[in-house]
């Protein structure tokens, strides 16, 4: 989808991304586990702002579609995070628990190898 910014004349200005439907984001929102206010707070929002996306009264922006895109909960800590790796078939990980989940995982691996 094209968006074309309203201060500029030149056509070639035009933005490129794919708008989040209002049933996507809310799905999102749910599989993270986060409340309507947990999840405003998260994005830096008001409640009647996320409440006004999830119902398609207001367009949620760019920034958020692709913030709410990248949003994962890391299975070592439970925290929801934008810089979480995937780790099949464990889930994601996040940077902070990246080392603790190799060492977790590799004592575990050696110790079932040893028996």
Known sequence: MR????RSDDPESALTFDKMPPDEFKRRREILGLS???MASVLGVSTE????WEHGRRNITN??????????????CHHVCDD???MPPYGYVCE???????????????????L
């Open 49 to 52: 702002t996320v409440y006004s």
């Open 96 to 114: 902070g628990c990246r080392h603790r989940f190799f060492e977790r995982r590799f004592t575990r691996e050696t110790t079932d190898s040893q």
């Open 84 to 86: 979480c790796e995937a």
């Open 36 to 38: 309507r206010k947990q």
């Open 3 to 6: 968006f074309f910014d309203p």
């Open 63 to 76: 920034p958020t579609a692709i913030l709410m895109r990248r949003l994962h909960v890391c299975c070592e």
